[in-house]
């Protein structure tokens, strides 16, 4: 099987399993959504959205955040990773958002990356996600499934070249799926430690087999 015969198999199966899809964040804005990933990092998205109701009934958007301080929002990520930094990220990000744009979180990437806290996978999942741009962020599931299901060379081993490289092959029309897709299938089925094969759709032609 070639590369784009590869691509075009996945690509074509979960477009017909999962024609609609989307992050299993839970937000009510663009600024929650900023909030949400942020805090996702290094941590599940079910102990998130179990800790965001209360913090964005306390905060619900930026202006709100920006006159809190790091030890306030503590309170509310303790049970979170990392809570200290991402405390801290969190309100500095919301006070840069109020002082250099009025509250709003900008659109464009350079801008978002621009924010304490917000790196490029973060970034990426506004442009996809919010803004229904064709960016695919790359977080660990991603990264691992592009590499077991052979998306990706062995060359590309940092986030940014499988980035790239998925870009170069997934249609622009795809990509904002395609980055849920390839999560999904990280969560649930080829997990990082026990890789469920025996459920997966590619599992014939997975690169282990050949």
Known sequence: MTKKERYAYILNYFSEQMPVVTTELQFG???QLLCAT???????????NQVTPALFERYPDAKAMAQAEPEDVFEYVR???????????????SRMLVADFNGEVPS?????????????KTA??????WFGRAAMAVDTHVFRVSHRLGLVPDKANTPLKVEQELMRNIPAEDVPN???????????????????CEKCPFDHFCPKKI
């Open 79 to 93: 049970s979170v990773s990392y809570p200290n930094s991402k405390s801290r990220h969190l309100v500095e990000m």
């Open 38 to 48: 942020l805090l996702s990092a290094q941590c599940t998205d079910k102990r998130i």
């Open 178 to 196: 395609a980055h849920h897709w390839l999560l999904l299938h990280g969560r649930y089925v080829c997990t990082s430690r026990k890789p469920h």
């Open 29 to 31: 804005s663009a600024f």
């Open 108 to 120: 464009d990437m350079d801008d978002l990356v621009k924010l304490p806290g917000v790196g490029r």
């Open 124 to 129: 990426n999942v506004m442009q996809a996600v």
